[in-house]
């Protein structure tokens, strides 16, 4: 009785480590599409661990940058189906989900910041009642910098790049790819270098951050800013994996949420003028577009706008409504 009465301090603190040891705590994964380079990863890592100190350690997300735990295609299906807890998408790629997802990848739609903010805030319901319906809920949203043409030659007009093969990353990028009389491909971020270099590709419309992050100057020669459209990635948690988390927690992943989302709207205009100097810095040609080329763009993108609404007038033409207002 005298070994049990000396031992009970010690068990009793064998157990209170036991159940507060750093192990014992909720452990996530976040796998995104991007390296770490660029804005949208920075700020999930700044995201992970700032709900980790929050929650005292609680919970613990673990950032799978650069596709590593699993392709970027692969992504929306793994959240919803929960063999990951969260992630980070384009949102565009979810366009044959519906044809609310591809409200950013309109061209000349949303051409600045002001109107990109504008048109996700038209979009936003409907985001999330369609996310909801797959057993999904939006966390935050990052806007890329203002997507513009990479070539290895000037284009002047549309003629200079007809039949030439262009990088395709979305249905919203194939059929601008198509109507620019150029042949969509599909390649994903970590294989444009290897792309362009094999002839897979010859073009691309993309972020000024992609081009500096993929080192563009070792297989192309030319940026155009066309800033035809300004697209964002979001994230996304599964719905079942958040509603079992205490309410305190919920609200300290909202929190951090919310921070990288202004964030992101903060910071991307620098990030844009920094990556569009690199790429001069390294020798690209960059230039405004001319007159015919930005005129034959815009054309497109009024046909885009109009093929959108009518995927689901019902439930898009509200939301252009919304928006022009």
Known sequence: MKLLKNLMPALALSIIAFWTHPALATKWHMPTPYGDANLPTKIAYDFAEQIKQASGGKLDIKVHSGASLMKHPEIPRAVRTGQ??????????????????KHDNIPFLATDYVQAQKLWQAAKPEIEKQLSKEGMILLYTVPWPAQS?????????LADIKGTKMRAYSPSTSRLADL??????????????????????????????????????????????????????????????????????????????????????????????????????????????????????????????????KENSQALEPILKAYKN
């Open 84 to 101: 990951v807890q969260l992630g980070e998408v384009f949102i565009g790629i979810m366009g044959n989900t519906h044809p609310i997802f």
């Open 149 to 157: 043409l990479y070539t290895k030659k000037p284009v002047s007009a």
């Open 180 to 309: 620019m009389n150029t042949t969509p491909t599909t390649v994903q971020v970590p294989d444009i270098p290897q792309a362009f270099s094999t002839g897979i590709i010859d073009a691309m419309v993309t972020s000024p951050s992609t081009g500096a992050n993929g080192q563009a100057w070792d297989y192309l020669s030319h940026f155009t800013e066309i800033k035809a459209w300004i697209p964002k990635n979001f994230v996304v948690v599964n719905k079942r994996a958040f509603k079992r988390l205490d309410k305190a927690l919920q609200q300290t992943i909202l929190d951090a949420a919310a921070a990288a989302e202004a964030r992101g709207w903060t910071e991307v205009l620098d990030q844009e003028a920094k990556d569009t100097k690199t790429l001069a810095d390294n020798g690209i040609v960059v230039s405004k577009p001319s007159k015919q080329l930005l005129s034959e763009l815009k054309a497109i993108g009024v046909t885009m706008t109009e093929e959108w609404k």
